[in-house]
T-cell receptor, first 114, second 113 residues
Framework: AQSVTQLDSHVSVSEGTPVLLRCNYS??????LFWYVQHPNKGLQLLLK??????LVKGINGFEAEFKKSETSFHLTKPSAHMSDAAEYFC????????????FGAGTILRVKS | EAQVTQNPRYLITVTGKKLTVTCSQN?????MSWYRQDPGLGLRQIYY???????DKGDVPEGYKVSRKEKRNFPLILESPSPNQTSLYFC????????????FGPGTRLTVT
């Protein structure tokens, strides 16, 4: 069975400082991994995805994530936070198998202080 | 514009009154799915459909029904809503099974009193 653990429910950073949102996963298959962002009162938007190609994945708005199989981690980073990055972030795993189910982490709320 | 639409966006209803939340996509996607979002739990899959007339249960199907009579539409039906179904609901679609991005609708906030 697949599972996702987001290690922090809330992260607070100052504008202009680095962002690190941590995610560990468990999967019996070769997983596909995603990060989605949800701004207040909005739907979910894909930030980036890993599908067994390059282990360092670049996404939109300056975000990137590194797939580390040995650590079963897929942490999301950004060098410099912007006020507009304040949102909830979800780490997601999919095996692409029957059901094509996405398994979501509980989410990390990112607060950006001015 | 490629999109997933849901209606209504907000709904307040009473226990036991049947309701339907519609979902439609204009991308000719084969795969569609319903999720509910609850605080601290992320999103959990309710039902999914891999193509017309093919549907199956997700992780939390109790109290819900779906149908897929046309490729573009995937309505979610609550035949007898209860307060524990108060939640934020998302419909999603993707081209097929596999490592594809799922495109999400804007969400439907349902309150059952």
């Amino acid at each position: 069975a697949q599972s996702v653990t987001q290690l922090d429910s809330h992260v607070s950073v100052s504008e202009g400082t680095p962002v690190l949102l941590r995610c560990n996963y468990s999967s019996s298959y070769s997983p596909s991994l995603f990060w989605y962002v949800q701004h207040p009162n909005k739907g979910l938007q894909l930030l980036l995805k890993y599908t067994s190609a390059a282990t360092l994945v670049k996404g939109i708005n300056g975000f990137e994530a590194e797939f580390k199989k040995s650590e079963t981690s897929f942490h999301l980073t950004k060098p410099s936070a912007h006020m507009s990055d304040a949102a909830e972030y979800f780490c997601v795993v999919s095996d692409g198998g029957y059901g094509n189910k996405l398994v979501f982490g509980a989410g990390t709320i990112l607060r950006v202080k001015s | 514009e490629a999109q997933v639409t849901q209606n209504p966006r907000y709904l307040i209803t009473v226990t036991g009154k049947k309701l339907t939340v519609t979902c439609s996509q204009n991308m000719n996607h084969e795969y569609m799915s319903w999720y509910r979002q609850d605080p601290g739990l992320g999103l959990r899959q309710i039902y999914y459909s891999m193509n017309v007339e093919v549907t199956d249960k997700g992780d939390v199907p109790e109290g819900y029904k779906v149908s897929r009579k046309e490729k573009r539409n995937f309505p979610l039906i609550l035949e007898s809503p209860s307060p524990n179904q108060t939640s934020l609901y998302f419909c999603a679609s993707s081209p097929s099974i596999g490592p594809y991005e799922q495109y999400f609708g804007p969400g439907t906030r349902l309150t059952v009193t």
